[in-house]
């Protein structure tokens, strides 16, 4: 069974730049997460998409950060624009039941804004 | 909101020896998730404890739930190079029940 895809798996912009990460879950899983992991930290969810709707943007800065999930499958994952503070691995992670058999994650995109 | 805590942050055992890590959580989780972490790969799920009183078991690694006492424990048992990694244990939190991440305990097992 494949995993989490993700790309790139390294970028590095300057800061006011944009910057799009892409995810492709497991197939068949409805739920879809991306994570912010600052070094040194645990990850912070900033958006859960369950097929293509929001379930959870709480922690999501939307004056600039930007996601969706067109057709329930692969998501993208936006900055724009981005920050010095934004440098940190994104994550994104797919379930089909995570209260049985947790969230499988991708290898994540390290991001460092200079 | 649920808050997560680990303890030690960083671990430096021997290999063959025993030691514990503690995940405490502020409110009520129905369940405890515990991730292995390898430098610069991503997270594997290890366990994942469904009630209290719950008790897994994979190789040299136990997890145990408590949830009356809000406390989650990660035994490793005669450690060996291979076990080094970063723990993260997670609860459920967030308006949807999502995971809410401890800041991880990094492992560093030496011959």
């Known amino acids: 069974e494949a995993g989490v895809a993700q790309s790139p798996r390294y970028k590095i912009i300057e800061k006011r730049q944009s910057v799009a990460f892409w995810c492709n879950p497991i197939?068949?899983?409805?739920?879809l997460y991306w994570y912010q992991q600052i070094l040194g930290q645990g990850p912070k969810l900033l958006i859960q998409?369950?097929?293509?709707?929001?379930?959870?943007d709480s922690q999501l800065p939307k004056d600039r950060f930007s996601a969706e999930r067109l057709k329930g499958v692969d998501s993208t994952l936006k900055i724009q624009p981005a920050k010095l503070e934004d440098s940190a691995v994104y994550l994104c992670?797919?379930?089909?039941?995570?209260?049985?058999?947790?969230?499988?994650f991708g290898q994540g995109t390290r991001l460092t804004v200079v | 909101e649920l808050k997560v805590e680990q303890n030690p942050l960083f671990l430096s055992m021997q290999e063959g020896k025993n030691y514990t890590i503690y995940c405490n959580y502020s409110?009520?989780?129905?369940?405890l998730y515990w991730y292995r972490q390898d430098p610069g790969k991503s997270l594997e799920s290890l366990f994942v404890?469904?009630?209290?009183?719950a008790v897994k078991q994979e190789g040299r690694l136990m997890a145990s739930l408590d949830t009356k006492a809000r406390l989650s424990t990660l035994h490793i048992t005669a450690a060996v190079h291979d076990l080094s990694a970063t723990y993260f244990c997670?609860?459920?939190?967030?308006?949807?029940?999502?995971?809410?991440f401890g800041k991880g305990t990094k492992l560093s097992v030496k011959p």
């Open positions: 992670a797919s379930s089909l039941n995570y209260r049985v058999l947790g969230a499988f």
């Open positions: 197939s068949g899983h409805a739920t």
């Open positions: 998409f369950q097929n293509n709707g929001v379930v959870d």
């Open positions: 409110t009520t989780s129905d369940r």
């Open positions: 404890l469904l009630s209290n009183g």
């Open positions: 997670a609860g459920e939190g967030g308006s949807q029940g999502n995971l809410i």
